[in-house]
Nanobody, 120 residues
């Protein structure tokens, strides 16, 4: 099993920056697929950024050029660097490890979510 603990959310002004962290309870070296999602009130959850062990990344059009997803295997941590934040970025952000083998099954793990609020 993998426990995911998010941190780094908060209240910032438009144009500011935040770095979200997702710390895993075990080694993430063997875990190739990771991502960040967000959900704003009244809206569906959407993929913000995804990463694979080969270095491939995928970003929502709305965050391209502003957000960067990265991983630090030595720290068992996934990051989302968010720059030039806009009010429309306001949402609860979740980290996701979609396919982790544990106890004979593949599991879809999610962090608890961290609130990001961007004021105008």
């Amino acid at each position: 099993q993998v426990q995911l603990v998010e941190s780094g959310g908060g209240l910032v002004q438009a144009g500011g920056s935040l770095r979200l962290s997702c710390a895993a309870s075990r080694s993430i070296v063997s875990i190739s697929a990771m991502g960040w999602y967000r959900q704003a009130p009244g809206k569906q959850r959407e993929l913000v950024a995804a990463l694979t062990s080969g270095g491939s990344t995928n970003y929502a059009d709305s965050v391209k050029g502003r957000f960067t997803i990265s991983r630090d295997d030595a720290k068992n941590t996934l990051y989302l660097q968010m720059n030039s934040l806009k009010p429309e970025d306001t949402a609860v952000y979740y980290c996701n490890f979609p396919s982790v083998y544990s106890g004979g099954y593949y599991h879809d793990y999610w962090g608890q979510g961290t609130q990001v609020t961007v004021s105008s």
